[in-house]
């Protein structure tokens, strides 16, 4: 309890629809250390973005079933008013949205967004909140953050607008940090920036962080830990190092597997996996990967597997039929 | 500062807006109109119940420059204290219908859920009904007439409008990650509201509000064609018209006046209304 930040509990997320009863997170259970960075990963539709609205407690009231329990830093988040969410918001958990171009509000100037959760939050006066919003500015390397404070967000490049969101996630030095597909919208080479800046912070902050992604490359040199998420649930968890070399899940390696490599030849077609992601709303009691999966037997399609620990200490995988435990696979790049 | 422009993109670098001469007319158009309405008194206007006996339906003259009704009045005179009523009308309506509207429309979109619901089934409702014989039947039984129970009748027959246009508006803006990131940020709703939500729907609000005072203003001609407006024989566009009726044949100038005055208020409001919105229509695309 001391050591981890973040304890989720069997945790569902079930959204009523006219479709019926969707689990878009069916059952999660992980931890997070404070000063770690474990990464999310699946594919789109996995359930990566719900169970971070999730643990931030940022579903909507209606329409929505929350069951389990997410202890953050002690307390319950599950089942908490928004009244109560709002005094541990900024201050012990934020979150950096995926696209900057519609996480700042367009019509206010960027200064202005970071000095009033400062304002709000922590009870600045006015001179101290612009004196912080500048510092917090430079430290996420805006250039000349004193004459960028007065700027709006059109005026700015996507690389230097998630800095800003970044910033402003930051005002109150949270103890977590979910990022939710931080990079996307940013091209390659300010992906790079982007990220390794999260990195930096973190370490100067001693906070922890989630990297939630669908690109491994994005995870794989910034985290200690993986968790694969397949409709909902995770399906692999283990690792960064075990996640990536000894996997025994059959959706992730087809999930490394469909990452271009630097070392493939020029014209490799990529690796695709077969078919889509299951609708959430018809899964049957079978393992969800198992119309998509090679090695599926008529025992996938029937029970579902459950969390299985592997020889690693702190791995565990879903999986009737694993990968053979000392097959030593290919790295990624 | 030279040393991160590539970072920036310099707003002086894109191409200047502009709202146009003709955006700039229409402004000077409508501001001569309401200083006329504000001014009328100390304006050098004859008493636009005067009736000069030796000028009846008169043409234009240097000494009526509009010419003269079928009672002798002038009509230069009896425009600009028409406009009176028009205006007042006009711009009374609107904060009536944007005083309920604009919050219900906002609190609506913003809060979704079981009140949304009902406060968009009640205003539907409202909105089926066509508001023009609603507002001549209440305004048929509140007597005596008066220019506050146009005003309120009005006002309140324009809420629907108000509220469906702020609300739509309201939920574009509501489903962006800011405001989201706002909330998370500790922002409380009222300060989401105000500070997140207003500005951002505000240029279509604005452009709205003109159009719905040009709406008003029409709707008040109509009424006091109808006879149901300010009682005569104190003027308005609309009984302006309806009076010079009767004399057409004779007095053509008489219908055209005041016709002609209303025409381009509600030309030059419908056009900056309309110019204000694509000029506030910012666009990532146009980085």
Known sequence: MSTQLLVVDDLHTTFRTAAGLVAAVGGVSFDLATNETVGIVGESGSGKTVLARTIMGLQPRSNVEVRGSVLLDGHQVVGASEREMRERWATDVSMVFQDPMTSLNPVMRIGRQIDETLRVRLGMDKRAARARAIELLAMVGMPSAEHRYRAYPTQLSGGMRQRVVIATALACSPKLLIADEPTTGLDVTIQAQILNLLDDLKEQLHMSVILITHDLGVVA???SRIIVMYA????EMGATRDVFFRHRMPYTRALLESSPKVSNPSHTRLRVIPGRPPNLSTLTSGCAFAPRCSSASERCHQ???SLEPAEEPGHVFACWHPLAATELHEAPR | MSSVLDDVVDPEALAPKRLGALFWICVGWLALNVLG???ANVLPLVNPLYQNYNAINAGPSLHHWLGTDDLGRDILSR???GSRVSITVGIGAMVIGFGIGLPLGMLAAFRRGRLDSLLTAFMYVFLAFPAIIAVIAVLSFWTPRSLFKIIVVIGLASVPLVYRVIRTATLAVAARDFVTAAKVQGATDR????????PNIAPIAVSFLLIGVATVVTLEGVLAFLGLSVNPPTPSWGNMINESRTVMAQNPWLVLFPSLALCLFL????FIGDRLRT????????L
């Open chain 2, 37 to 39: 309405a504000i001014f």
């Open chain 1, 232 to 235: 909902g649930r995770i399906v």
């Open chain 2, 267 to 270: 030309l030059c409001l419908n």
């Open chain 2, 279 to 286: 000029y506030f229509d910012v666009t990532e695309v146009k």
């Open chain 1, 221 to 223: 040199t910034r985290t």
């Open chain 2, 79 to 81: 425009i600009v204290y």
């Open chain 1, 303 to 305: 029970e579902r597997p």
């Open chain 2, 191 to 198: 300060r989401i509201l105000v500070k997140e939500l207003l």
